[in-house]
């Protein structure tokens, strides 16, 4: 048969139902892809703020010295004439010089007294050198550390000198006499500023700067040598902090024109609105504004500081435009420091924009010291230009006729600006110029609503928005705002402080000193409010409340216990979780809060939480009722009832889906360990002796020749891709001593009792100390003793050897937290070892306070058998290793080492086993170095030996937490009105799906045109390669080229058309158990992988078969009491044959039992799951909880499950031979709804077709293949395949089966029982014999088969090579 060329070729056979078929994966539900699954649960990297004026200052005195000497013109200046007369706006030769000198002097002060009226203001005219200094030095007495402000005016004296010298008089002015800057620094001291005007001014600021140098030189010199004289006076104030404004640059004249005043500087810094309207009317443009004289502009109406009036309005927008530009120019630390530390400093500076800008145009540049960057050609200038001139234009109306004023448009249009900037712009764009202004609109209640719109909507973009506006100044406003009743800004400003806190929580102490608390309790007490701002407030109130005392006793005043309460079952689920975050946080240490929940049975409303749909929310009720134990005030027996209550109530969560549940949990009871740590100490050292006096039977003793395959025996052995979760594993072991640790696991089959505990684990050490495990920090309690406890604690009656008068409580916590220690997620079961390990060390350090140390037995070589194991403890020097806070464990919650750069650090030990039993966490053979804990570093290794008496770090701290807190609170940093990328259609996460949909449907219409026509051979080899270790499980990507190869503990990927090994780790799973099943979720989108092992925990992956490290995204027990050595048993010996060629196929996967089964169903997120169960359990992957738990109602195991969504119908294998049908819909007694017991032995393989008239198909280890209608109670068809098979799969378009039996060839049919190919195998890859055939798996769409066999390799068979 030839394949049609155009199939290969044409991507889009037929539009239409290409189009269809893509549809369809559009509408498919993605598990496992929400935020908590994607990211690291940790809060964000706080961002240092900068915007809070660490010293806020006032000038609160103000040296005026004017030195005019009015009628006598200096003999270095050549006047003009006519020229320039006025001083502050009179004209000095309209009266008496003396008058003239004393009115402009008070004149002046006026000025001044505009922008800072509470400063104490002196007047020195035409002073003498003595005059000056005594002026300068009672000023700097009285004003201390705070600033002086020196203004010299020169227009009556000469310029200043190079030698740096300014001139005033002497006692009868008949001469100049100079006066050194040096000097002048000395009087004013720091910090201090400068104005000069005068011509040449530039000269001072150097000479100013060059002095502050010498000064510094001098005291460096004073500093070295005692003798210098300078070194008993005190230390003169460092001139770093003073400020200088000066007219003109060193070489310029001040200008002349007799149209501008003389003191055309200071007339900028003090009267900047009538000089810059002056020069408005003087300009050529003013010409288009008729009827506008320098007369007119005098009768401006209104006052400076009232806005609704023409003067008020452009003082206003000229204040928002100086603002503006600066905040544009000027570096942000340099803005902080001249524009919102000093209100008068703060003017002066906005006025020396205009002062830069009006006198530039006369060829005079005015200095500062610092240097401001040039801002008189800044394009807001424009709009200033523009203001004026509409606000001019409307003055001889206005002045004649009295027409009302007409306000300017100048803030709406800046606003709709930054709209603009809103609306257009793209990420990583320099900021919007508006920003200052949108702060100057805050304060008109005309635009308010729409600044506050606006400014919520920029804040919305991210933490670096929140940095800028708090920079700008934002923060006294919003405040203020608070104090608003009006019910409209409620939303916004519930919108703004969210966003601010988010990125600064340092603001909750400013909120309760202003009563700000009080707004936000009542928008979250109003249940008109929405939901989503009653979050926002609540989320408000939890930063509030958060480790600040004097918030949380200012919230319980406010009710905020009861209100939270209200509002705990409201169907807005980001509500319910931040109304638990605050409920924890108000009584986290803080006893009256407590009592306050207590007494509104807090806990008890909060229960209904831990089985809410949505896991966040879950988390947040364990962190609340975790607070809620851990309060370390005095217990009484009441309090003491209620912990025990919340304790049990917790216990209850211990097999939830989500592990950052789980991890809240271990931390929720650590802090009811802390609080009863006596009563726990004594459980453990109860549970200690019993672990050491259980016999376990020793691995040795138990093993069974044939019940080892020589693992990875072969002379390379390939290196794993190191995995996050596990670090580098297995990477240097050599082959011996990987046997020799193989040969120490315990692979019982029907031993004792101890087969039936969930765990059947008893390694030894030395397994794991081959294996190249880490000691992570001496544990006390190795993982292997933690297990042994578990298992013994399940059989001996415990209770009774407490004695009563301990409640079972403890022991029960105990219990689960030695659970929680095995969890299949690496971060729980470190927190909870943390938490065993602390008491176990707290309860022998009490016990036996003599040196123990364990010596001979332990050694790396000899194995030791797991019954000498007690507790065993490291000490230097009989002093005990103390558990120290910042432990540097393998968790997140404490502090890291440094790693390489890039790499994740590691999170636990590698091999460490799951659920149902551990191998060793730390093994306990005395090694000096921890190597682990510090990355690959190395920079700490120095006073950190394992005997180190501070060395016991893996202890947990008081406050172990997990983040959660501060990772939900990103939510509230992070962009809300974004569109998410996913759903934008332009990006290329949405290009990438668009992508593989599109691949997807042209896979699965190719590959249905070939099965269609009919599949005659499948016998084609298309790939074969030696996989790593003996295939287990082979499963094939729905739409990738590629393939997951299982073996006991390690997956390969390999891609069979380019023929090369993509990518190879380690499942994590304990050393004993096997993977026996493997799921792709997501396949058609972004592909996860989900690997079940034989004791009943699931782990999902990602990342896998691509350049980057594969990471687990989540781990649970999806069966908590598997029984891993239960086949199943047909009683009459009829059936040993069946029993044994079924043991004989397990043999493969290393240990009987079916293991775990599992079946996936994308469209609804369900993940069905049984094994050496006896029920079917469903989980739902949204919620990550168990849903529904159905009742086999057989005796035997479960060997394989297949579900149709469609019809809610599973079908179920059993080990029995029985065939189980069950309608998920209907309740656990009436939901079997058929049973066909027509085979006689093991259900190899049960399939459910998915059409709406689907039959089952099933065959057995006999060999017979039956069809069952589902309505009918017999089979519809048998046929008889090979006997003793060991593998089969069916695939699901192409109606074949194929079947691999013991004697090593592979059988495929069709349908109707003909064989279609026979696969042989003596004679294999290279001449090689190939093993017994131990998993085989079609592709879902393509005629493919996946052969697995016992001697490692990994085949695929198509119908013709030339299909794909």
Same mark, same amino acid.
């Given at each position: 048969m030839k394949m049609d060329s155009e199939l290969l070729h044409s991507p889009v056979v037929c539009l239409a139902e290409e189009e269809e078929a893509d549809m369809s994966d559009w509408n498919l539900p993605l598990a496992f892809m929400k935020k908590r699954h994607s990211e690291k649960i940790e809060g964000s990297k706080a961002l240092a703020q900068s915007w809070r004026m660490k010293d806020r200052m006032k000038t609160v005195s103000v040296a005026l010295v004017l030195c005019l000497n009015v009628g006598v013109d200096p003999p270095d200046v050549v006047k003009t004439s006519p020229c320039a007369r006025l001083e502050c706006w009179i004209d000095p030769l309209s009266m008496s010089p003396q008058k003239a000198l004393e009115t402009i002097g008070a004149n002046l002060q006026k000025q001044y007294e505009n922008w800072q009226p509470r400063a104490r203001y002196k007047q020195s005219l035409d002073p003498t050198v003595d005059e000056v200094k005594k002026l300068c030095t009672s000023l700097r007495r009285n004003a201390k550390e705070e600033?002086?402000?020196?203004?010299?005016?020169?227009?009556?004296?000469?310029?200043?000198?190079?030698?740096?010298?300014i001139w005033v008089f002497n006692k009868n002015y008949t001469q100049y006499i100079p006066l050194s800057v040096y000097d002048l620094q000395t009087w004013m001291g720091s910090p201090s500023i400068f104005v000069y005007d005068c011509s040449n001014a530039g000269i001072i600021v150097k000479s100013f700067k060059q002095f502050a140098l010498q000064r510094e030189q001098e005291l460096e010199v004073a500093a070295i040598n005692p003798n210098h004289p300078l070194a008993q006076m005190p230390l003169p104030p460092s001139m770093k902090n003073c400020i200088q404004l000066a007219a003109c640059e060193a070489s310029e004249l001040l200008p002349m024109n007799p149209d501008l005043p003389a003191d055309l500087f200071t007339s900028c810094l003090t009267t900047p609105i009538k000089i810059a309207l002056r020069w408005f009317c003087m300009q050529k443009s003013a010409k288009l504004v008729p009827g506008v004289t320098?007369?007119?502009?005098?009768?401006?109406? %209104?006052? !400076? @500081?009232?806005?609704?009036?023409?003067? %008020?309005? !452009? @003082?206003?927008?000229?204040t928002a435009i100086t603002d503006t530009i600066a905040w544009n120019v000027l570096p942000r630390d340099l803005f902080q420091k001249l524009f919102r530390q000093d209100l008068l400093v703060a003017s002066l500076f906005r006025n020396f924009l205009l002062a830069e800008r009006i006198m530039r145009s006369y060829n005079c540049t005015p200095v500062s010291s610092p240097r401001l960057p040039p801002t008189y050609m800044h394009a807001m200038w424009q709009a200033w230009d523009l203001a004026v001139d509409i606000c001019l234009s409307q003055l001889p109306t206005i002045i004649e006729e009295g027409t009302a004023f007409r306000h300017s448009p100048f803030f709406a249009e800046q606003l709709t600006a930054f709209q603009v900037w809103l609306t257009m712009g793209v990420e990583n764009r320099s900021p919007p110029e508006q920003l200052p202004i949108v702060l100057q609109v805050l304060l008109s209640q005309v635009h308010r609503l729409r600044a506050l719109d606006l400014l919520g909507r920029f804040l919305d973009l991210g933490p670096w928005a929140v940095s800028l506006a708090l920079s700008v100044g934002i923060f006294p406003y919003v405040l203020k705002l608070l104090q608003s009743s009006a019910r409209e800004l409620r939303p916004l400003l519930v919108f703004i402080w969210a966003k601010i806190l988010a990125v600064d929580s340092s603001c909750q102490a400013d909120l309760v000193k202003d009563n700000g608390h009080k707004y936000f309790l009542s928008v979250l007490a109003d249940p008109y409010m929405p939901a989503?701002?009653?979050?926002?407030?609540?989320?408000?109130?939890?930063?509030?409340?958060?480790s600040y005392t004097t918030g949380q006793e200012a919230c319980l005043q406010g009710n905020l216990i009861a209100i939270c309460l209200e509002q705990l079952s409201d169907p807005h689920p980001l509500l319910r979780q931040w109304v638990a975050i605050c409920l924890g946080r108000i009584w986290q240490n803080f006893d009256s809060a407590r009592w306050c929940g207590v007494r509104d049975s807090a806990h008890e409303k909060l229960y209904s939480l831990l089985s809410d749909p949505i896991p966040e929310v879950r988390c947040a009720a364990v962190f609340a009722l975790g607070t809620?134990?851990?309060?370390?005030?005095?217990?009484?027996d009441h309090s003491t009832t209620i912990d025990h209550n919340v304790a049990m109530m917790l216990a209850q969560l211990?097999?939830?889906?989500?592990?950052?549940?789980?991890?809240?949990?271990?931390?929720?009871?650590?802090?009811?360990v802390v609080q009863y740590e006596s009563n726990f100490c004594t459980v453990a050292l109860q549970f200690m002796e019993e672990e050491k006096n259980y016999p376990v039977p020793s691995p040795a003793n138990t093993l069974e020749p044939g019940n080892l395959t020589p693992v990875r025996d072969s002379p390379a052995i390939p290196r794993l891709r190191s995995v996050n979760s596990y670090t580098n594993i297995r990477a240097a072991t050599t082959a011996r001593n990987l046997n020799k640790s193989l040969q120490n696991l315990n692979l019982n089959e029907e031993g004792g009792p101890v087969a039936f505990s969930p765990g059947n684990l008893s390694t030894s050490s030395s397994a794991s100390s081959t294996l190249g495990s880490p000691d992570n920090d001496e544990y006390i309690l190795s993982f292997e003793t933690i297990d042994k406890m578990r298992r013994v604690s399940s059989y001996s009656s415990l209770n009774s050897l407490i004695g009563v008068s301990f409640n079972s409580v403890y022991t029960q916590i105990w219990r689960v937290l030695l659970h929680l220690a095995a969890d299949p997620f690496p971060e729980v079961s470190d927190l909870a070892m943390k938490v065993l390990n602390s008491i176990a060390y707290k309860a022998t350090m009490n016990a036996r306070p003599q040196r123990i140390l364990d010596s001979g037995s332990l050694t790396q070589s000899a194995p030791a058998s797991p019954t000498s194991k007690g507790a065993h403890?490291?000490?230097?020097?009989?002093?005990?290793?103390?558990?120290?806070?910042?432990?540097?464990s393998l968790t997140n919650e404490v502090p890291k080492p440094p790693i390489r750069g890039g790499e994740q650090p590691p999170m636990r030990p590698p091999y460490t086993p799951t659920l149902g039993g551990q191998a060793p966490h730390s093994h306990q053979f005395p090694r000096t170095r921890k190597m682990f804990d510090k990355g690959p570093s190395g920079s700490e290794l120095a006073g950190d030996d394992a005997d180190d008496p501070g060395g016991h770090k893996a202890y947990m701290n008081a406050n172990l937490s997990t983040g959660l807190c501060d990772w939900s609170a990103k939510y509230f940093a992070q962009p809300v009105m974004k569109i998410p990328e996913e759903h934008d259609v332009e990006s290329q996460v949405r290009k990438e799906r668009e992508w593989r949909f599109l691949r997807n449907a042209r896979v699965r219409k190719q590959s249905q045109r070939i099965t269609q026509r009919g599949v005659t051979r499948l016998d084609d080899q298309i790939f074969i390669n030696r996989n790593p270790g003996v295939p287990s499980v082979v499963k094939f990507h729905p739409f990738n080229p590629c393939i997951a190869v299982a073996d006991k503990d390690s997956i390969c990927f390999w891609d069979w058309e380019k023929a090369e090994r993509l990518d190879y780790f380690y499942n994590g799973n304990p050393r004993y158990t096997r993977i026996t099943a493997m799921e792709y979720l997501n396949g058609h989108d972004y592909s996860l992988l989900l690997t079940a092992t034989d004791d009943g925990a699931l782990r999902i992956w990602k990342n896998f078969a691509d350049q980057r490290n594969p990471e687990m995204v989540t781990a649970w027990q999806g069966l908590s009491d598997m029984l891993p050595t239960t086949?199943?048993?047909?009683?009459?010996?009829?059936?040993?044959?069946?029993?044994?060629v079924s043991i004989c196929l397990d043999r493969s996967k290393g240990q009987g039992g079916a293991g775990m089964v599992v079946d996936w169903e994308q469209e609804t997120g369900l993940l069905m799951t049984s094994g050496d169960v006896r029920v079917i359990r469903i989980w739902d992957t949204e919620r990550e909880m168990k849903v529904q738990d159905i009742p086999t109602g057989a005796d035997s195991c479960v060997t394989c499950l297949s579900c149709d969504s469609q019809r809610s119908l599973i079908a179920a294998g059993l080990g029995d031979g029985s065939v189980r049908l069950y309608d998920r819909r209907m309740g656990a007694n009436e939901c079997r709804v058929m049973t066909y017991r027509e085979h006689s032995s093991w259900v190899v393989k049960a399939h459910l077709q998915k059409q709406t008239d689907g039959k089952i198909i099933s065959v057995s280890v006999d060999g017979d293949v039956r069809f069952f209608e589902l309505r009918s109670p017999d089979s519809v068809n048998v046929l008889q395949t090979v006997k003793g098979l060991t593998a089969l799969d069916i695939h699901p378009q192409a109606n074949l089966f194929a079947c691999g039996s013991m004697n090593q060839f592979i059988a495929v049919y069709n349908s109707n029982g003909d064989v279609i190919s026979n696969i042989k195998y003596y004679d294999g890859f290279m001449g090689q014999r190939i093993g017994a055939i131990s998993c085989l798996a079609f592709h879902p769409y393509w005629p493919h088969l996946a052969v697995g066999s016992?001697?490692?390799?990994?085949?695929?068979?198509?119908?013709?090579?030339?299909?794909r």
């Open positions: 600033r002086v402000l020196f203004h010299y005016n020169g227009h009556g004296v000469p310029r200043p000198t190079v030698n740096g010298e320098l007369d007119l502009i005098e009768k401006i109406p %209104g006052r !400076l @500081n009232d806005r609704r009036t023409p003067l %008020g309005e !452009l @003082n206003w927008i000229f989503e701002h009653r979050t926002m407030a609540v989320f408000i109130l939890a930063v509030i409340v958060n809620f134990v851990g309060n370390s005030a005095e217990r009484t211990i097999n939830d889906g989500s592990p950052v549940v789980r991890k809240e949990l271990v931390v929720a009871l650590s802090h009811l403890i490291h000490q230097a020097g009989g002093s005990p290793p103390m558990p120290s806070a910042s432990s540097s086949r199943g048993q047909p009683s009459s010996s009829a059936h040993s044959l069946a029993r044994r016992n001697d490692y390799y990994m085949s695929i068979y198509s119908a013709e090579k030339r299909l």
